[in-house]
């Protein structure tokens, strides 16, 4: 069964440090990965997709890699802020005619002034 | 950010009456999807489409049916809801198939 965990649940961190969010999933047959952020009652707002064929893609202070190998997914954030608290939430993309995303079921991070 | 309209934002109804969902992007984007989002299960895919009149089925498509009669809109239609129904609804969309996805606002529907 294709599936993507994210641990931990939550994380809180004091602002100013630079943290990484954790991502595996089962099949190492993904097409892409792509991160996103929801703030609470609101969408989901896309951060960055990552190529099967790449190892990383970068915007801004995120950082996000690709191991197909192990199954593993990072997001890394540079000089957290409180603005970053959010639910962040990884999915991949498997193979097949609907090219949905399989989602995880996110991490809640909380960046304390 | 991408254009995606959802509507309406929230609807309370009650059990056994139909319930439509409308999703609206001027994007110009060919595939577009209804997902529900639900404690402990997360997203999850109900129905996509790839084209106009081109729909077909997701993870959890029991009780819902979509149309795609334009390019720019997508339906999503409880014909008969129940309280398992009760969930927020998002919308999203794609130019291809496993390019970056676009969530609208959503809808936050409650079945009584």
């Known amino acids: 069964k294709q599936e993507v965990t994210q641990i931990p649940a939550a994380l809180s961190v004091p602002e100013g440090e630079n943290l990484v969010l954790n991502c595996s999933f089962t099949?190492?047959?993904?097409?892409?990965l792509q991160w996103f952020r929801q703030d609470p009652g609101k969408g989901l707002t896309s951060l960055l997709l990552i190529q099967s064929s790449q190892r990383e893609q970068t915007s801004g202070r995120l950082n996000a890699s690709l191991d197909k190998s192990s199954g593993r997914s990072t997001l890394y954030i540079a000089a957290s802020q409180p603005g970053d608290s959010a639910t962040y939430l990884c999915?991949?993309?498997?193979?097949?005619?609907?090219?949905?995303?399989?989602f995880g079921k996110g991490t809640k991070l909380s960046v304390k002034p | 950010d991408a254009g995606i309209t959802q509507s309406p934002r929230h609807k309370v109804t009650e059990t056994g009456t139909p319930v439509t969902l409308r999703c609206h992007q001027t994007e110009n984007h060919r595939y577009m999807y209804w997902y529900r989002q639900d404690p402990g299960h997360g997203l999850r895919l109900i129905h996509y489409s790839y084209g106009v009149k081109d729909t077909d089925k997701g993870e959890v498509s029991d009780g819902y049916s979509v149309s795609r009669s334009k390019t720019e809109d997508f339906l999503l239609t409880l014909e008969s809801a129940t309280s398992s129904q009760t969930s927020v609804y998002f919308c999203a969309i794609s130019l291809a198939i496993y390019n970056e996805q676009f969530f609208g606002p959503g809808t936050r529907l409650t079945v009584l």
């Open positions: 999915a991949a993309y498997y193979g097949g005619s609907q090219g949905n995303l399989i």
């Open positions: 099949d190492s047959a993904i097409y892409n």
